[in-house]
């Protein structure tokens, strides 16, 4: 059966391609919303605080190779040097699917970035990170959940809008709306008799009730998934998932693009990946980090391909707490920083960009002598996101989704239009 | 009370290796390696060589640790200080996902904590501080002072001569000291800043395991070490104060000082009550137990008295919704069952989502139940449930064992539930999966 999100995409898009404007103004907007919307947003936290520096070299500045020495990635043409985004950046060895799509106009790289926390707490900076404050308390909900709240969306849209990619859900998504969780283990079936039996049990109880409900339904989308991509022949069947994916990022990707292409699937998305802090040996081109990053780069690439058809109309946002300390500490690693990098990808982002008001390295232009200058507030990033790509619209972004976030101004231009 | 005095050992006899045998064995493990590599002249794979070696030293201790906390949690006459063990190894988490930490991760938990778990806390925290897990895991043991004897020596070495190479450098690396006062003592907003990071960090050069070759030789393999020739000299301020103790006894003097502090005391009791009362710490309860914790300098006894002596603690409606680790030892004791082998266990808690000994970061595994509370994640247990329901169903009365593990809590709904289950089977899995059972 043909999937109705794709085939109104396919129509609107041949609509517009053959210059029928009024024609696709006369379709009134709720049609478009009634049937999921086109978007898809994937958010990939990375969390442990990622060494932007490593991630995305500034080999092009002049302190960067005394600062971060064995740790630095040479210039591109170098053996393993970096892969060249522009004369000032480029991308660590590890992540060639990436540089791929930058070539291709499908990821933007945001430099010299940081969320509004300057403390050096994973913890704390990973709340706000998640919770779109600018302090780590003061809100039980994640700014995601309260994006998801104020998606625009037609009446009787069936069925939930996000997933975590987990047992349970992080804070960036937990709230008011109802999400879903689904890990990318494979669950064998749970006896049909002993499940109606629980919703029984559970009927006085809301919170459990709800639970089971979601969990019920969650099932059903995964054995939907299995059963289109069957279809498919590059697709994999859900019990192979883990043998096929040995890399977690791979499997947790995998999982959150075949939810998301079974009908009445969720159009947004959360995974995490850990193990980015590296305060001892943390290598250079090659070395811990270097295999985590080609990890995370197949583990994208396995989402972009799971995706499939989807991924023309898909935007995947890479973030992380805070980046790492400039100079290289005294156990050939980084400590806890402040600015580093991010990633927007997918097929509906106008890409080929490296956004960065570049402070440089010297001494004088460190935060606090040692971490890298954020220029850039995650959070613009985030409101261009929503606004460009989910259209949600700005008033309830700058009141209800980014409290206190007027200094961080929107962007422009980071999806096609 | 009696339950919360004296040390609490591991309520199995478990033949398990300490700490400083199992580290010595990943060193000679990874020595024996390394000449089979040199001698077969197979280049590149030193990421291989430490990961085979890791694994072939490591692997039988965690199973044997994991399978002897499983064991201790179902069989112990003092669930109460078993709990509070569990709690306590939470807070100075280290996580078995780090390679040098795997076969360590449980030995912190029963050379550190469990002596200590109902004496002073600055005993607790020094035992742990000191402990080669905990010092491996945070990275302390190559942490150098730029003006150490090694630093000096090595820089000696190096002048004026350019070798082309980048050189060694030496320095600090701040994660021991940093998570010593964000997650054990003073918590996130404890008042302290970066140049106090900094400063404690210089103060700990030297806190390091014995063990090494060459010039790094020295002290009892795996054992704490403190390594004079790293340590930063000299007084050093941190929190105002200035610390003039030389070596190994200035971090001692702030580990004092930071145990005496109120804002510690206020981190302890929140965690305390958040754990055992309610994810939101009813500010009451919390300032009792802080209180307690300061009239008597730390003594462990007395905080856990004022505890339990809050009155939010027998509150009916403030139960909290269990985690995979307190829902599979609850299900253990009220089956009276204890795990025969590693297997099982680790299973379990892979299915539950909660790997032994691996909360992944130094901050431990959440205490909330929304942390805990996914659709996915409650689907997982009630998979598991069954599979314990089968697997235990012969040799056990259904309503019996409602009666007696859920007591009051139990709900009419629920031991009808039971009454009129298909199997003893499914019973058991109804009862293991009522909301009743999943709320402690």
Redesign the interface.
């Given at each position: 059966m043909p999937r109705p999100t794709l085939l109104n995409t396919g129509r609107r898009r041949f609509l517009i391609g053959a210059g029928a404007l009024a024609a696709t103004a006369a379709i009134p907007n709720a049609l478009f919303a009634y049937t999921g919307g086109a978007s898809r947003l994937v958010v990939v936290i990375l969390?442990?605080a990622l060494d932007g520096l490593a991630a995305v070299p500034p080999y092009g500045d002049p302190d960067y190779a005394s600062l971060h020495?064995?740790l630095a990635i040479a210039a591109p043409g170098s053996p393993d040097g970096a892969l060249a985004l522009n004369n000032t950046f480029g991308l660590h060895p590890s992540l060639t699917f990436l540089h791929e799509r930058f070539a291709a106009g499908e990821l933007v790289v945001f430099d010299a970035v940081a969320s509004p926390y300057r403390?050096?707490?994973?913890?704390?900076g990973q709340n706000v990170l998640e919770n779109g404050l600018t302090k780590?308390v003061g809100t039980?909900d994640g700014w995601l959940n309260r994006a998801l709240a104020a998606l625009p969306r037609g009446a009787g849209r069936p069925g939930h809008s996000a997933v975590?990619i987990?047992?349970?859900?992080p804070l960036i998504l937990?709230g008011e709306a109802a999400v879903?969780?689904?890990?990318p283990?494979v669950?064998?079936d749970?006896?049909e008799?002993?499940?109606a039996?629980?919703a029984?049990?559970?009927?006085?109880?809301d919170?459990?009730s709800a639970?089971?409900s979601?969990?019920l339904q969650?099932?059903k989308m995964v054995d939907g998934a299995a059963v289109d991509t069957a279809a498919d022949s590059s697709a994999m069947s859900k019990e192979s998932l883990k043998a096929a994916y040995p890399n977690r990022v791979g499997a947790v990707a995998r999982m959150a693009s075949e939810l998301m292409r079974s009908d009445g699937g969720p159009e947004i998305a959360v995974i995490e990946a850990?193990g980015w802090?590296t305060?001892?040996n943390q290598g250079g081109a090659k070395?811990?980090l270097a295999?985590r990053l080609a990890g995370l780069d197949q583990g994208l690439k396995s989402l972009a391909d799971g995706l499939g058809p989807l991924w023309a109309q898909s935007a995947v946002l890479v973030v992380t707490e805070f980046g790492r300390t400039a100079a290289?500490?005294?156990?050939?690693?980084t400590?806890?920083g402040t600015g580093g990098c991010a990633f927007l990808l997918g097929g509906a982002v106008r890409g080929g960009q490296v956004i960065a008001d570049w402070p440089g390295l010297r001494r004088t232009a460190l935060l606090?002598n040692r971490d890298l200058k954020p220029t850039l507030d995650l959070r613009s990033v985030f409101k261009t996101v929503l606004d460009e790509h989910m259209h949600v619209d700005a008033n309830t972004l700058a009141k209800r989704v980014f409290p206190d976030s007027s200094g961080a101004r929107p962007l422009q231009g980071l999806i096609r239009a | 009370m009696s339950q919360i005095k004296g040390p609490v050992p591991l309520a199995v006899n478990s033949p398990l290796a300490p700490s400083d045998q199992i580290f010595a064995g990943l060193m000679n493990a990874r020595d024996e390696r390394q000449k089979m590599k040199q001698s077969s002249a197979a280049d590149g794979a030193d990421?291989k060589v430490v990961f085979n070696a890791i694994r072939e030293a490591y692997q039988p201790h965690y199973r044997a640790q994991v399978l002897a906390r499983a064991q201790s949690a179902a069989l112990t006459t003092r669930p109460f200080a078993e709990r509070l063990v569990h709690f306590w190894a939470n807070h100075f988490a280290v996580s078995a996902d780090k390679g040098v930490v795997y076969g360590l991760a449980g030995t912190l938990e029963n050379e550190a904590i469990r002596p200590h778990v109902a004496g002073r806390f600055i005993d607790l925290l020094t035992a742990v501080e000191q402990h080669p897990a905990m010092i491996a895991f945070?990275?302390n043991q190559?942490?150098?002072g730029k003006d150490s004897m090694a630093a000096a020596r090595v820089a000696s070495r190096f002048r004026g001569a350019d070798t082309g190479q980048?050189k060694?450098?030496?320095?600090?690396?701040?994660?021991l000291a940093?998570e010593i006062l964000?997650l054990h003592t003073l918590g996130?907003n404890g008042g302290y800043s970066?140049a106090d990071?900094t400063s404690f960090a210089q103060i700990i050069t030297g806190w390091s395991i014995g063990g090494g070759k060459g010039r790094l030789a020295g002290g009892v393999p795996g054992r704490f070490y403190f390594r004079d020739n790293l340590h930063e000299p000299g007084p050093k301020v941190f929190l105002g104060k200035t610390y003039t103790e030389q070596g190994q006894r200035q971090g001692e003097a702030v580990l004092a000082d930071l145990a005496r502090r109120p804002e510690t005391a206020n981190f302890i009791a929140t965690k305390l009550v958040r754990h055992f009362i309610a994810d939101d710490p009813p500010p009451a309860a919390v300032d009792r137990v802080a209180r307690a914790f300061l009239k008597s300098g730390g003594d462990l006894p007395q905080v856990y008295a004022a505890l339990i002596e809050s009155p939010e603690s027998w509150d009916a409606n403030a139960r909290k919704f269990k985690t995979p680790e307190d829902f599979v030892f609850s299900t253990l004791r009220a089956l009276n069952v204890s795990p025969a082998g590693p297997e099982e266990v680790i299973r379990t808690f892979?299915?539950?989502?909660q790997r032994q000994y691996t909360p992944?970061?130094p901050?431990g595994w959440p205490d909330t139940s929304?942390?805990?509370?996914?659709?996915?994640?409650?689907?997982?247990r009630?998979?598991w449930a069954?599979r314990v329901g089968a697997k235990y169903e012969s040799g056990v009365e259904p309503a019996d064992l409602a009666a007696a593990s859920l007591g009051a809590y139990a709900?009419p709904?629920?031991l009808t539930?039971v009454r009129r289950?298909?199997s003893s089977g499914?019973a058991v899995?109804?009862l293991l999966?009522?909301?009743e059972f999943?709320r402690r």
């Open positions: 969390r442990g020495r064995e403390d050096r707490s994973h913890f704390d780590p039980a975590a987990s047992q349970n859900v937990r879903i969780s689904k890990s283990q669950t064998p749970v006896d008799d002993l499940l039996r629980l029984d049990l559970y009927s006085k109880d919170w459990f639970r089971l979601e969990a969650t099932e850990s802090d305060h001892a070395g811990i295999t290289v500490n005294g156990t050939r690693g400590d806890h606090d | 990421a945070l990275d190559y942490s150098v980048p060694r450098q030496f320095g600090i690396n701040e994660n940093r964000e996130v970066q990071v892979d299915l539950l989502g992944g970061s901050a929304k942390s805990w509370d996914g659709s996915d994640a409650l689907m997982h009630v998979l069954s709900r709904e629920t539930a289950a298909a499914q899995a109804l999966m009522s909301p999943q």
